[in-house]
């Protein structure tokens, strides 16, 4: 089976690219820089190819890929031309976004995908396998759940391509899920504590992409997913509301970029060997309650095992057809096949 990451040279991909070779899994590695392309090719000895997310050929260039795993953000810039490619070329698509818009996106697909026998699943990294994972499991804690909650507590600094990933959604309105439908709200509308196993901390909401995924995971119909934040971000994030208009602006965005491409590298080995991220869900049926946690390596360090873990069983063949979220193709345990990762339950009422 022949396998492709686009997005091969940037922080995350090549991380990726770099476990898989250790793993003998030899993949192909792809992105728009020849150049860039070519070094990390030759010196991880693949095969390698460089071209644009644009023209009729772009599908000319997975012909002879089972599956393509896209690591280029901000993806909802680079998933609707690979997406179409990996149709018209009987191509599986993968990729690690955390977009709510491009999980819905895809989803438009799933028709397509299902009659061409081809498996679309966004989101294998840690947007969203652990979270995933996690609401999964809570639902068949507590099944008729009517609520979920998710709540994230990261640590080690994040990488360029997710800091602009953050800024292109700057100026844009928070999302949560509502009796099944996405429903905008300002970004930091609601604060709570939570426990995420050492006492609780202060958490603000954040429209990640479980206000999607976890949807099509579970079926429960109210979710919101809360981030661990000091209590000045959080006021921050309250303030963006009025901000939104400026921050939308295209002089900007390019500027907050610039700032990030002077100034961050990403995590290196050591931060990334060091640094832990723990995860926290709650669910409710109106009368009874239950919490699981879940404690992931580092986030980069998450993404890449977890990412290689669905590539792995999509070549297989065991991943369903259609869109899938990493729950529904595999099942609310996948997040335990990767390595250091421990989830614990508890009941909370």
């Known amino acids: 089976m022949t396998w492709l990451i686009y997005g091969a040279y940037g922080y995350t991909g090549e991380l990726i690219a770099r476990e898989a070779v250790d793993r ?21 000895g693949c095969e390698g190819r460089a071209f644009e997310l644009s023209g009729p050929a772009l599908a000319q260039q997975l012909d002879d890929v089972d599956l393509v795993l896209n690591c280029a953000g901000p993806f909802v810039d680079t998933h609707e031309p690979l997406v179409a490619a990996c149709l018209d070329s009987d191509t599986h698509y993968l990729d690690i976004t955390g977009e709510i818009e491009v999980f819905e996106s895809i ?19 840690f947007d969203v396998v652990p979270s995933d ?7 068949e804690r507590l099944p008729g759940a009517e609520s979920l909650s998710i709540g994230y507590q990261p640590a080690g600094g994040f990488s360029r391509g997710t800091l ?13 899920r509502r009796d099944g439908r996405l429903e905008a709200v300002p ?10 196993g050492e006492g609780p901390v202060p958490a603000t909401t954040v429209p990640l992409g479980d206000v999607s995924t976890a949807y099509h995971t579970t079926g429960i119909p109210d979710i919101d997913c809360y981030l661990a934040v000091p209590p000045v971000a959080a ?31 990403g995590p290196d080995a050591e931060t990334r060997a060091e640094t832990t991220a723990t995860l926290w869900g709650e669910v409710s049926d109106g009368d009874a309650a239950r919490v699981s946690r879940l404690r992931t390596p580092n986030v980069y360090r998450t993404t890449t ?7 792995e069983r999509t070549l297989a063949g065991d991943a369903p057809a259609g869109y899938q979220t990493p729950a529904s193709a595999f099942g609310s345990d996948l997040i335990l096949s990767i390595e250091g990762v421990e989830r614990i339950d508890e009941w909370h009422r």
């Open 305 to 311: 095992l977890a990412a290689l873990e669905v590539v």
């Open 235 to 265: 006021r921050l994030l309250r303030y963006q509301r009025y901000l939104s208009p400026l921050l939308a602006l295209d002089p900007v965005q390019r500027l907050l970029e610039s700032i990030v491409d002077r100034l961050v590298d």
């Open 133 to 139: 994972c996690l609401a999964a499991h809570l639902a």
């Open 107 to 125: 989803r438009e697909f799933d028709d397509r995908a299902r009659r061409a026998g081809l498996t679309l699943l966004p989101g294998a990294g």
């Open 164 to 176: 602009k990933t953050a800024i292109a959604g700057l100026g844009e309105p928070g999302l949560v």
């Open 187 to 196: 970004v930091g509308h609601e604060t709570r504590e939570i426990d995420f």
């Open 24 to 44: 003998g899994l030899d993949p192909i590695l792809a992105g728009r820089s020849r150049e860039s392309v070519d070094a990390l090719a030759a010196e991880l």
